[in-house]
């Protein structure tokens, strides 16, 4: 329905967006996903038509959508901080937008009553905005953005003003309505937590470029780039070299690791970066040639679920969730799981920000 | 002096009621300001009153005295509604530029803009008069270039003079107010009624317009409330046919000698300014809409469009050339000779001279009540400078009187700022009816120009100091006092060295108002001792072409010490107007 093509756009001088390309498409709930200042914002304005693009193109459904102004694409925004109408009630808020429709009166006060149950706000129809809470505050906006029946909801970090219990509850609540609205959203946000809870697909913006697009299991599972990796969370890389393609080995500085998977095999001798996620650790027995190394434990720490090992092993910290605690100091050898381990084609010194 | 000592109890009980004493030594603070408001402002309103209500019980009111009285009235509710029109016209577009949008003359046109805010009336007349008066620039240039025997455009003494001036004057306010508030105003929700379905015109109507109506309105009376009380500019651009308010006390004080219509005319002004203040405060004290907070820095951006480069363009050009043109076109008119000289028929002798200047330390009439215009220049200094001292000596305590939690301050806070409801000429009056015998006799006691010009600055200088008595913390002198610092010392390390700023702002503040004031001293200078405002005045409406010149080289020395104000404020701007 959406796509996105090669948008360029700089901001004070320095390049924003560089060649931003990616599709929406019906009913889907995409999450652009990014550090703050990545342009995820800009982006967002882009395809509403508050900003233009210097080069590249917005369509929809094949149109493109230069010159058409922005309040005729019928896109439904939700800003960040909200921007509730400060002069005008809970309900004339969303009634705005089936103003500007120019709908019969009545046809507009069946609408408003209809999304505000939704968000659970009937009672608050005549309230003024600025006495609302920041979640009620954010309930009339969504609201506001979907009682026109926007072709395409786009929302703005809209959990990013809340604390941490409402951002849980309402981002749930968020998913509901979402999916069961069947409007094609683009969410975005700096919070993968926020991210896995919302999206059908992530994209990941990096450098003003999509560093990864795809469901989130497979994002995690397979990161695209040292850089996701890092962003995801996932910390344990190790520098390496391909010593075989055929099972693919990988020798680090703290062992030599088989097989590892790939998402396309690198060439033999290749400089790579292995990751190893945190959930593979087992013990080692005495005979095991690969995907073994020796490691002091410097720090345990009790998660509720389980514990975090934080490891020493030649040079490199590395950190596990394991269900059982080793005590501090401890030291010997250590095993990890095929399945925990991944190969990203890509050096570790250029894969740093 | 122990107006700063800062017991932290007098501040602030633990009940939150201040202890009987605090209210003693706010009284101490009081005494002076309130007995020199109480002789010099209130007592001179109650000789008006008198001498109108006498006037009127003995007399009556004549069919004439009344049909002056409707029509000054009516032409002046005329002109200010007009005036106020045109330059919320003017004005409305340059506020959103300078919300909106980032251009390289941003700062410097902001500067210009605080130049009316002190420039005195008189400069301002003599400035349009250099520009459209008959020897004004657009005439001699049309005389020169057409051949023509006399000056094609009769601008001067017209409503279009008054107009363009009050807009020259308070274009700047709805600059300040409406801007600041556009400013303040999340762009972002002009962005949502767009992406809602709102087109350009329909997102200003139904957002952003409701959201300015406040500031816009506060704005547009403030500017009623400017023009509704000029002065200077009415009498020295409008002439004779167009009499405010103002004008009329004037004619009917001075001229006619008629003072119980005088006194009635003030009394009238003094009601309608009043009513005007009192719904300016109901207005602006509901100026403060609740905004979601915004982002810092996100709303001005340079212009894009073409529209916009035009738009901004077109605003810069405007603002250009109603803020500097005036000014320009009175100093280069100050050093031009472009008419026959005196005596000397034909033949332009054009070309840049001084001798209006030289003319200045001359005596021409060699008449006893003519001084050489020079002395104008050192009276106005001199009355500047005890303007200062007294604004000061009062301001001061009044200040520090209303930054401690007193209740009396709620009944004195309102009291304090009247002098800012009466007109200049009211108060003229007030003075030569109240102080008419020795040793106070108003033309042989030259101690009551100053005083006058005092209860001009007077509110200003208060309401500079004050801010930054309160913004002060508690905490700091605490500190300094925990450091071993003894009650003296904590005055002169922390309070004196942030009070100085302000206080040399007010200073500045009652210097230029003393310099520029016409509208009382009009009324109490004697001849021979005229200051700069008077004397320009004297000579502008003289003929002949040497008058003219002398008075534009006046305005011209006027316009730059005033022009000198600007910058050092410019340089020691408080803290807390370094956003504007």
């Given at each position: 329905?959406?796509?996105?093509?090669?948008?360029?756009?700089?901001?004070?001088?320095?390049?924003?967006?560089?060649?931003?390309?990616?599709?929406?498409?019906?009913?889907?709930?995409?999450?652009?996903?990014?550090?703050?200042?990545?342009?995820?914002?800009?982006?967002?304005?882009?395809?509403?038509?508050?900003?233009?693009?210097e080069?590249?193109?917005?369509?929809?459904?094949?149109?493109?959508?230069?010159?058409?102004?922005?309040?005729?694409?019928?896109?439904?925004?939700?800003?960040?901080?909200?921007a509730?109408?400060?002069?005008?009630?809970?309900?004339?808020?969303?009634?705005?937008g089936?103003?500007?429709?120019?709908?019969?009166?009545?046809q507009?006060?069946?609408?408003?009553?209809?999304?505000?149950?939704r968000?659970?706000?009937?009672?608050?129809?005549?309230?003024?905005?600025?006495?609302?809470?920041?979640?009620?505050q954010?309930?009339?906006?969504?609201?506001?953005?979907?009682?026109?029946?926007?072709?395409?909801?786009?929302?703005?970090?809209?959990?990013?003003?809340?604390?941490?219990?409402?951002?849980?509850?309402?981002?749930?609540f968020?998913?509901?309505?979402?999916?069961?609205?069947?409007?094609?959203?683009?969410?975005?946000?700096?919070?993968?937590?926020?991210?896995?809870?919302?999206a059908?697909?992530?994209?990941?913006?990096?450098?003003?470029?999509?560093?990864q697009?795809?469901?989130?299991?497979?994002?995690?599972?397979?990161?695209?780039?040292?850089?996701?990796?890092?962003?995801?969370?996932?910390?344990?890389?190790?520098?390496?070299?391909?010593?075989?393609?055929?099972?693919?080995?990988?020798?680090?500085?703290?062992?030599?690791?088989?097989?590892?998977?790939?998402?396309?095999?690198?060439?033999?001798?290749?400089?790579?970066?292995?990751?190893?996620?945190?959930?593979?650790?087992?013990?080692?027995?005495?005979?095991?040639?690969?995907?073994?190394?020796?490691?002091?434990?410097?720090?345990?720490?009790?998660?509720?679920?389980?514990?975090?090992?934080?490891?020493?092993?030649?040079?490199?910290?590395?950190?596990?969730?394991?269900?059982?605690?080793?005590p501090?100091?401890?030291?010997?050898?250590?095993a990890?799981?095929?399945?925990?381990?991944?190969?990203?084609?890509?050096?570790?010194?250029?894969?740093?920000? | 002096?122990?107006?700063?000592?800062?017991?932290?109890?007098?501040?602030?009980?633990?009940?939150?009621?201040?202890?009987?004493?605090?209210?003693?030594?706010?009284?101490?603070?009081?005494?002076?300001?309130?007995?020199?408001?109480?002789?010099?402002?209130?007592?001179?309103?109650?000789?008006?009153?008198?001498?109108?209500?006498?006037?009127?019980?003995?007399?009556?009111l004549?069919?004439?005295?009344?049909?002056r009285?409707?029509?000054?009235?009516?032409?002046?509710?005329?002109?200010?509604?007009?005036?106020?029109?045109?330059?919320?016209?003017?004005?409305?577009?340059?506020?959103?530029?300078?919300?909106?949008?980032?251009?390289?003359?941003?700062?410097?046109?902001?500067?210009?803009?605080?130049l009316?805010?002190?420039?005195?009336?008189?400069?301002?007349a003599?400035?349009?008069?250099?520009?459209?008066?008959?020897?004004?620039?657009f005439?001699?240039?049309?005389?020169?270039?057409?051949?023509?025997?006399?000056?094609?455009?009769?601008?001067?003494?017209?409503?279009?003079?008054?107009?363009?001036?009050?807009?020259?004057?308070?274009?700047?306010?709805i600059?300040?107010?409406?801007?600041?508030?556009?400013?303040?105003?999340?762009?972002?929700?002009?962005?949502?009624?767009?992406v809602?379905?709102?087109?350009?015109?329909?997102?200003?109507?139904?957002?952003?317009?409701?959201?300015?109506?406040?500031?816009?309105?506060?704005?547009?009376?403030?500017?009623?409330?400017?023009?509704?009380?000029?002065?200077?500019?009415?009498?020295?651009?409008?002439?004779?046919?167009?009499a405010?308010l103002?004008?009329?006390?004037?004619?009917?004080?001075?001229?006619?000698?008629?003072?119980?219509?005088?006194?009635?005319?003030?009394?009238?002004?003094?009601?309608?300014?009043?009513?005007?203040?009192?719904?300016?405060?109901?207005?602006?004290?509901?100026?403060?809409?609740?905004?979601?907070?915004?982002?810092?820095?996100?709303?001005?951006?340079?212009?894009?469009s073409?529209?916009?480069?035009l738009?901004?363009?077109?605003?810069?050009?405007?603002?250009f050339?109603?803020?500097v043109?005036?000014?320009?076109?009175?100093?280069?008119?100050?050093?031009?000779?472009?008419?026959?000289?005196?005596?000397?028929?034909?033949?332009?002798?054009?070309?840049?001279?001084?001798?209006?200047?030289?003319?200045?330390?001359?005596?021409?009439?060699?008449?006893?009540?003519?001084?050489?215009?020079?002395?104008?220049?050192?009276?106005?200094l001199?009355?500047?400078?005890?303007?200062?001292?007294?604004?000061?000596?009062?301001?001061?305590p009044?200040?520090?009187?209303?930054?401690?939690?007193?209740?009396?301050?709620?009944?004195?806070?309102?009291?304090?700022?009247?002098?800012?409801?009466?007109?200049?000429?009211?108060?003229?009056?007030?003075f030569?009816?109240?102080?008419?015998?020795?040793?106070?006799?108003?033309?042989?006691?030259?101690?009551?120009?100053?005083?006058?010009?005092?209860?001009?600055?007077?509110?200003?200088?208060?309401?500079?100091?004050?801010?930054?008595?309160?913004?002060?913390?508690?905490?700091?002198?605490?500190?300094?006092?925990?450091?071993?610092?003894?009650?003296?010392?904590?005055?002169?390390?922390?309070?004196?060295?942030?009070?100085?700023?302000?206080?040399?702002?007010?200073?500045?503040?009652?210097?230029?108002i003393?310099?520029?004031?016409?509208?009382?001293?009009?009324?109490?200078?004697?001849?021979?001792?005229?200051?700069?405002?008077?004397?320009?005045?004297?000579?502008?409406?003289?003929?002949?072409?040497?008058?003219?010149?002398?008075?534009?080289?006046?305005?011209?020395?006027?316009?730059?010490?005033?022009?000198?104000?600007?910058?050092?404020?410019?340089?020691?701007?408080?803290?807390?107007?370094?956003?504007?």
């Amino acid at each position: 329905m959406l796509t996105v093509e090669n948008i360029h756009k700089h901001y004070e001088g320095k390049p924003l967006l560089r060649g931003v390309s990616f599709e929406v498409g019906a009913g889907e709930t995409v999450c652009l996903l990014g550090a703050s200042g990545s342009g995820k914002s800009t982006l967002l304005r882009i395809i509403a038509g508050l900003e233009e693009a210097e080069s590249g193109r917005v369509l929809w459904e094949g149109h493109d959508l230069r010159g058409v102004p922005v309040h005729e694409r019928r896109f439904g925004l939700m800003f960040q901080d909200y921007a509730l109408f400060p002069h005008r009630s809970v309900a004339q808020n969303v009634a705005f937008g089936l103003r500007m429709q120019n709908l019969p009166p009545a046809q507009i006060e069946q609408r408003v009553q209809e999304v505000l149950r939704r968000v659970n706000l009937n009672q608050f129809a005549d309230r003024r905005v600025t006495d609302l809470s920041g979640g009620e505050q954010q309930r009339v906006a969504l609201a506001r953005a979907l009682a026109p029946r926007p072709r395409l909801l786009m929302l703005d970090e809209p959990l990013g003003a809340l604390d941490r219990a409402l951002r849980e509850e309402l981002g749930q609540f968020l998913r509901e309505v979402l999916h069961e609205s069947g409007v094609p959203a683009i969410y975005v946000t700096h919070d993968q937590e926020e991210a896995f809870m919302i999206a059908d697909r992530l994209i990941l913006l990096h450098e003003g470029r999509v560093a990864q697009d795809g469901s989130p299991s497979r994002v995690v599972q397979q990161p695209a780039s040292v850089w996701v990796a890092r962003f995801l969370g996932l910390t344990n890389l190790l520098p390496g070299r391909v010593v075989n393609r055929q099972p693919l080995t990988v020798q680090t500085e703290i062992g030599v690791f088989c097989p590892v998977d790939c998402a396309e095999p690198p060439a033999l001798n290749e400089a790579v970066t292995l990751l190893i996620r945190p959930g593979g650790l087992t013990g080692a027995s005495a005979d095991e040639q690969f995907n073994t190394f020796t490691a002091e434990v410097r720090d345990v720490i009790f998660r509720g679920e389980g514990y975090r090992l934080t490891l020493a092993s030649g040079g490199h910290n590395l950190s596990f969730h394991v269900p059982q605690a080793l005590p501090a100091g401890w030291q010997g050898r250590l095993a990890v799981q095929p399945e925990a381990l991944w190969c990203l084609r890509q050096g570790e010194h250029n894969g740093d920000d | 002096m122990n107006f700063f000592s800062t017991a932290p109890a007098a501040r602030r009980s633990p009940e939150g009621q201040p202890p009987a004493s605090a209210i003693w030594q706010a009284l101490a603070l009081w005494l002076a300001p309130l007995a020199f408001l109480i002789i010099f402002f209130f007592v001179p309103l109650g000789s008006i009153l008198s001498v109108s209500a006498r006037g009127l019980i003995t007399d009556g009111l004549s069919p004439a005295a009344a049909e002056r009285l409707g029509r000054a009235l009516g032409f002046t509710f005329y002109q200010a509604a007009l005036s106020t029109l045109l330059t919320v016209l003017v004005g409305l577009p340059g506020a959103y530029v300078f919300a909106r949008f980032d251009f390289p003359a941003k700062r410097l046109l902001r500067l210009l803009s605080t130049l009316p805010f002190i420039l005195p009336t008189v400069v301002v007349a003599a400035a349009f008069n250099a520009l459209i008066g008959p020897r004004g620039w657009f005439n001699l240039l049309a005389m020169e270039w057409l051949n023509l025997p006399a000056p094609p455009f009769n601008l001067l003494n017209s409503l279009a003079a008054i107009l363009l001036a009050h807009v020259f004057y308070n274009t700047t306010i709805i600059l300040r107010v409406v801007g600041s508030a556009w400013e303040q105003l999340d762009p972002r929700l002009e962005a949502a009624a767009r992406v809602l379905g709102a087109s350009p015109w329909r997102a200003f109507r139904e957002v952003t317009l409701p959201l300015l109506r406040p500031s816009l309105l506060a704005a547009a009376l403030l500017v009623f409330l400017f023009d509704f009380t000029s002065f200077g500019v009415i009498l020295l651009l409008g002439g004779a046919r167009y009499a405010t308010l103002e004008v009329e006390i004037y004619i009917q004080a001075l001229h006619l000698l008629n003072l119980p219509l005088a006194g009635l005319l003030s009394l009238v002004q003094l009601l309608c300014t009043l009513l005007l203040t009192v719904v300016y405060t109901r207005v602006a004290s509901r100026l403060n809409i609740p905004l979601t907070p915004r982002l810092h820095g996100e709303g001005a951006a340079a212009p894009v469009s073409l529209r916009q480069k035009l738009l901004v363009g077109g605003v810069v050009l405007v603002l250009f050339t109603l803020l500097v043109l005036p000014l320009t076109a009175l100093a280069a008119r100050s050093v031009a000779r472009l008419e026959p000289a005196r005596g000397q028929r034909g033949g332009f002798e054009s070309g840049l001279t001084l001798d209006y200047y030289r003319e200045l330390f001359v005596n021409r009439r060699g008449s006893l009540f003519y001084v050489p215009p020079i002395e104008a220049a050192r009276n106005s200094l001199l009355y500047a400078g005890l303007t200062v001292g007294i604004s000061l000596a009062l301001g001061l305590p009044a200040a520090a009187a209303l930054s401690r939690r007193s209740p009396l301050n709620r009944l004195l806070d309102p009291l304090l700022m009247l002098p800012l409801g009466a007109s200049a000429v009211t108060l003229g009056l007030g003075f030569i009816l109240t102080f008419n015998r020795p040793p106070l006799e108003a033309r042989s006691f030259p101690l009551l120009i100053p005083i006058a010009h005092s209860l001009v600055a007077f509110p200003f200088v208060v309401r500079t100091l004050t801010p930054v008595l309160n913004s002060i913390p508690l905490n700091l002198r605490q500190a300094a006092a925990v450091l071993g610092a003894s009650p003296l010392r904590v005055w002169l390390e922390v309070d004196l060295p942030i009070l100085a700023r302000a206080a040399l702002v007010a200073a500045i503040f009652s210097f230029t108002i003393s310099l520029g004031e016409f509208g009382a001293t009009s009324f109490l200078a004697r001849p021979e001792y005229p200051t700069l405002p008077v004397a320009i005045f004297r000579f502008i409406s003289q003929p002949g072409g040497l008058n003219y010149g002398q008075a534009l080289a006046m305005s011209t020395l006027l316009l730059l010490v005033c022009g000198l104000g600007i910058a050092l404020l410019e340089r020691v701007r408080l803290p807390e107007e370094r956003s504007l």
